[in-house]
Nanobody
Framework: QVQLVESGGGLVQAGGSLRLSCTASGDIISIMGWYRQAPGNQRDLVAAIFSGGATTYVDSVKGRFTISRDNINNTVYLQMNSLKPEDTAVYYC??????????WGKGTLITVSS
């Protein structure tokens, strides 16, 4: 069983920055990523990083968000710059183990005010 601990959400003005972190314990993690869900919307991928370091981003955050990971500590980070009101959502940490089991964090709210 993998435990996920998220931190870093909050309220920020448009143009500001925040950093999310998520630490996984209990297994070796293959893919680590962040999803977000705004009210009335489905939960969508924001960014993901593979164990070898390859990354993928949704188009709307490219150039503004950076995902990184610390493999020793099984921690994934999401640096979010130039935040926009449309980035407001609950952000969920998501990890996949090498046995292809997926775990979700509880979510952390990010609110970007205009």
């Amino acid at each position: 069983q993998v435990q996920l601990v998220e931190s870093g959400g909050g309220l920020v003005q448009a143009g500001g920055s925040l950093r999310l972190s998520c630490t996984a314990s209990g297994d070796i993690i293959s893919i680590m990523g962040w999803y977000r869900q705004a009210p009335g919307n489905q939960r969508d991928l924001v960014a993901a990083i593979f164990s070898g370091g390859a990354t993928t981003y949704v188009d709307s955050v490219k150039g503004r968000f950076t995902i990184s990971r610390d493999n020793i500590n099984n921690t994934v980070y999401l640096q979010m710059n130039s935040l926009k009101p449309e980035d407001t959502a609950v952000y969920y940490c998501n990890v996949r183990t090498f046995f292809d089991v997926v775990y979700w964090g509880k979510g952390t709210l990010i609110t970007v005010s205009s």
